[in-house]
């Protein structure tokens, strides 16, 4: 296990901040904690991007990705092919985020190499990575390599039986949650981080009343965030000194703003940008709310439990891994606006303690980053010794 070098593949990467990738983020720091030699291999989305940096003192190298759709596509996995033929020597093992175009790349650059591949599914239902393969281009021919890779993780339940369905191997197949680092105990004072947040930009409250319901992720409608800002205006109607802030980036980012200025809503509901560490709004917040459409295993609901807040998320299968409803938060029809607004503002007017004490309890017992980064390495150096065996 110690010293193994894996090179991890996930297109998206920093600065470009979503679920996906800060699992991969979070696993390379973990697999250094723990002995291992990470890289990440990434694609470049902006050509002022340096090809080379360090994140979080790990390597990393950006492949080019030209911005003209299909032909950026085939540009970054061919440049990741080659990539991972002429480095062969340089990496003992492959994991990959998704399965998709990487995916692909990394199982054709490594057919007749000794090095395994395995996989991550990132998403579930009917966003998720079985469910794209049936509706994009070469789906279907991605999906049959996909089921040749030495190992594929399923963070879900759900997103374990939906590979299942889709003709994947349970014997290829390992259900590893996600996890989330574990906190160390040490008290954050609210108002403190709320006035350095205000510092950075002043659209942040730092009110000691305001309540504050945070959302973090990519800004896109999958999120439920249309909704939610709908339902934000029944709830500043009946909270007016409350704010909703929605951290992040994402393809929606202008259509949301357009909706907020729509409902007279500018400064109540903010979008402060991305933020690769969100503890500081995890800090400052009094609720955390996720009423996506679907998920696999949600990393920003895990950080919310962790973190004590109180939480308000959609009823839908991977949302239901995590939370009980009426004992580690609140769950709500996924796209019912005034259902949104009620638990939000019940949030606001309740004590949520013992959910708060259950939630955080569940996380801690069962969603460790730790434990989470000890199983992906002890798999990864299985199909390592698997692979010497063949």
């Given amino acids: 296990m110690s ?44 050509t002022t991007w340096p090809l080379q940096i360090k ?13 003209q759709q299909g032909w950026g596509t085939y540009t970054y996995m061919d440049g990741l092919s080659r990539w991972l033929k002429h480095n062969a020597s340089q990496y003992d093992a492959v994991l990959v985020s998704m399965l998709k175009h990487s995916a692909y790349s990394a199982l054709g650059a490594c057919k007749k190499t000794a090095q395994p591949i395995m996989l991550r599914i990132e998403g579930g239902g009917d966003t998720g990575d079985c469910a794209w393969h049936e509706s994009a281009r070469f789906g279907k021919r991605i999906r049959r390599r996909c ?30 949650p996600n996890g989330v680092a574990i906190g160390s ?6 108002m403190t981080v709320r006035q350095r947040l205000h510092e950075i930009n002043h659209d942040l409250s730092c009110d000691p009343d305001t309540k504050i319901a945070l959302f973090t992720g990519r800004l896109t409608h999958k999120k439920g965030l249309f909704e939610l800002v709908s339902a934000w205006q029944s709830v500043a109607e009946r909270v007016p000194n409350s704010q909703l802030w929605l951290v992040g980036e994402g393809p929606d980012r202008d259509q949301l703003f357009e909706k907020i200025k729509d409902l007279d809503l500018v400064g109540r509901v903010v979008m402060p940008g ?26 920003s609901l895990l ?34 606006v005034e259902s949104l607004a009620a638990a939000i503002y019940e949030t606001f007017a309740n004590d949520n303690q013992q959910q708060i004490d259950a ?4 996380v801690t017992t069962q969603f460790s980053l730790a434990g989470m980064a000890l199983a992906h390495l002890d798999l990864l150096s299985q199909t390592v010794a698997n692979s010497g065996e063949s």
């Avoid at 920093?14 to 030699?37: D, R, S, Y």
């Avoid at 105990?185 to 609210?190: A, E, I, L, T, Y």
């Fill in 185 to 190: 105990g040490s008290v954050v004072d609210k």
């Fill in 3 to 46: 010293g193994l070098r894996i090179a991890m593949i996930t297109r998206r990467f920093w600065p470009l901040v979503g679920g996906g990738e800060m699992v991969m983020a979070n696993l390379a720091c973990e697999f250094k904690k723990l002995g291992a030699q990470p890289t990440i291999l990434t694609a470049q989305w902006d």
């Fill in 55 to 67: 994140h979080r003192e790990i390597p990393v190298q950006r492949l080019p990705n030209p911005a």
């Fill in 147 to 176: 089921q040749q890779a030495a190992a594929i993780v399923a963070p879900s339940q759900a997103t374990y039986d939906e590979a299942l369905d889709a003709g994947f191997k349970s014997s290829t197949l390992h259900h590893i």
């Fill in 274 to 299: 991305t933020f690769d560490d969100v503890e500081d709004f995890l800090a400052a917040a009094d609720a955390f709310t996720l009423p996506s459409y679907a998920e696999g295993l949600s990393l």
């Fill in 303 to 336: 950080e919310a439990m962790a973190h004590r807040l109180p939480v308000i998320a959609s009823d839908i299968v991977g949302n239901r891994q995590l939370i009980v409803d009426g004992t580690h938060g609140r769950l709500i029809p996924a796209q019912e």
């Fill in 359 to 362: 939630a955080e309890s569940r």
